[in-house]
């Protein structure tokens, strides 16, 4: 396989002609093979990463992820005449270190759970950058945002009553309403949130009750309006559809006395997964985005609103990705070899769930040339459990360290512990550092949750 040229970075400037988008990169910005034809990522050799810290091992290239972050913000910063607040979609990998650099690098944080919101804040996040979404956030879940200072997006009825019912003189919860757009855009179902057939959200039917209903209900700061049409997108029409209708729904509020001067276009831009995929830039994105808000707020004539968008895949995914190590070999004749990995669906379970696509390398023979197609397995007990199906590389042997490109999203924030295995670490590469930003589980914590009533430790157990 023709190993995907890694872009030279040679410092953090922001001159983006010479920086290649990271969501359009296969390996991180900063991963290059070395003289010895081993795969480094941020200046640290992946095989040497793997000894010192076990496998299967998340690697996150810093440099990728600040590069991301900034292209996001600067694209705003250049192109867009009003305020605006990028968040980072903590759903894709919530975790302290990398919520604390999204923080570092000017963006807020959306949330959607008590757990997300926890993180964020033990992060650092200012509350009053953090967005909380969910579709049935619970009492529990809706007081403690509230408590915070944070933004709700509240997506139904119940949670509109519900934080009337939390406002109190001195604490007047920030909300904005989500909204359905109607808008199909193509990715896969699962993904896709856009349509009037989601679970979240307000249907567009119902915005003039919930306008009135905001008109009555000052005890509740009404901030703006959101919404998200999907993930994995690299059509940027169905964005500009979206702009232009929120400026029309922003309009209508105004019309109705309830000026909000938030939008939020949620997040959606896709990544590259495997060769043939190709995302529009991050600034390409941005610049679609904002071209659709301003074009409709002048022909709406209304004041351009504080931009926010939430992108979580094409920041966090290009930046990682897994190594893990190689093990046993079954060929069937005339049909397929299969190699196995120490991994599987409990650390990507995104193939088995979506059918995603994947590429990998061999990080100790990056200059081999690609000689036979094989099916990367699992080792879970699940015949669907297969990472990467006919790809092509190098010979191998048991030991070698296989890379899967892009896994920094949806990959870690939705691992099982699926027969018992232990969630892998996570190590932050920068500068020829690696730092463990996730340690490994053991064996011990797996068992940590586990009750075991008296009546049964009256059986010795067996002693093995
Ligand atoms: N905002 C909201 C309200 C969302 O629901 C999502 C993603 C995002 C922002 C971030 O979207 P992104 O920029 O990452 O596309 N587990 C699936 C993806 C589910 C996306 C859920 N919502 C996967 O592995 O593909």
């Keep these: 396989m023709a190993h995907p040229a890694p872009a030279p970075i040679s410092n953090n400037s922001l001159s983006f002609n010479d920086i290649r988008s990271p969501n359009q990169q296969l390996l991180p910005l900063t991963a290059q093979a070395n003289a010895e034809g081993c795969l480094e990522i941020g200046g640290c050799d992946v095989f040497e990463l793997v000894q010192r810290f076990g496998s299967p091992l998340y690697i996150v290239d810093e440099e990728a992820l600040r590069v991301a972050c900034r292209q996001y913000r600067s694209t705003f910063e ?9 968040l980072y979609a903590s759903k894709a990998w919530s975790c302290l270190a990398i919520c604390a650099i999204a923080a570092s690098e000017g963006c807020g944080v959306d949330v959607m759970s008590a757990g997300e919101l926890y993180t964020a804040l033990q992060a650092g996040v200012n509350p009053n950058q953090i967005y909380f979404h969910g579709n049935n956030k619970s009492p529990a879940e809706l007081q403690a945002a509230v408590a915070v200072g944070c933004t709700i997006v509240a997506d139904n009825w119940l949670e509109l009553h519900r934080l009337v019912e939390l406002a109190t003189e001195g604490l007047q919860p920030r909300v904005m309403l989500r909204v359905t757009p109607g808008i199909e855009c193509h990715t896969h179902e699962y993904i896709r949130t856009g349509h009037l057939d989601s679970k979240f959200g307000f249907d567009p039917n119902q915005l003039d009750e919930v306008f009135s209903f905001a008109c009555q209900q000052p005890s509740l700061q009404w901030v703006g309006l959101h919404a998200h049409i999907g993930s994995q997108i690299f059509e940027l029409q169905p964005h500009q559809d979206l702009t232009a209708i929120m400026v029309e729904w922003l309009a209508k509020a105004t019309t109705l006395g309830l000026p909000m001067g938030e939008l939020n276009v949620g997040g959606g831009l896709g990544m590259r997964y495997t060769e043939s995929d190709n995302p529009p830039r991050i600034d390409t994105w ?7 808000i301003v074009t409709a707020c002048q022909r709406q004539q209304v004041p351009l609103p504080k931009l926010l968008c939430e992108p979580g895949r094409s920041l966090i995914g290009p930046a990682a990705v897994t190594a893990y190590t190689l093990g046993s070999r079954k060929v069937v004749p005339q049909l397929r070899t299969y190699l196995a990995v120490d991994g599987g669906m409990s650390d990507n379970p995104r193939p088995i769930t979506y059918q995603s696509a994947y590429c990998a390398v061999v990080a100790n023979r990056m200059t081999a040339p ?16 297969i990472l990467l199906k006919d790809v092509p590389l ?24 699926y ?4 969630r892998p670490a996570a190590v932050l590469v920068s500068k020829a550092e690696a730092s463990l930003i996730l340690e490994r589980e053991t064996n011990q914590d797996l068992i940590r949750q586990d009750r075991l009533p008296s009546r049964l430790t009256a059986v010795e157990p067996v002693r093995t």
């Excluded at 250049?78 to 990028?86: A, C, L, N, R």
């Excluded at 941005?286 to 659709?292: L, P, Q």
């Excluded at 080792?379 to 459990?385: I, L, P, V």
């Design 394 to 417: 190098p010979q191998t042997e048991p030991g070698d360290i296989l890379v899967v490109m892009g896994t920094g999203a949806y990959n870690h924030s939705m691992a099982s512990n």
């Design 419 to 422: 027969n018992r295995l232990p």
């Design 370 to 385: 690609a000689t036979e197609i094989v099916t990367i397995a699992g080792k879970h007990c699940e015949s669907g459990d």
């Design 286 to 292: 941005v610049k679609a985005v904002i071209s659709g």
């Design 78 to 86: 250049q192109y867009y005449p009003g305020e605006f607040q990028v």
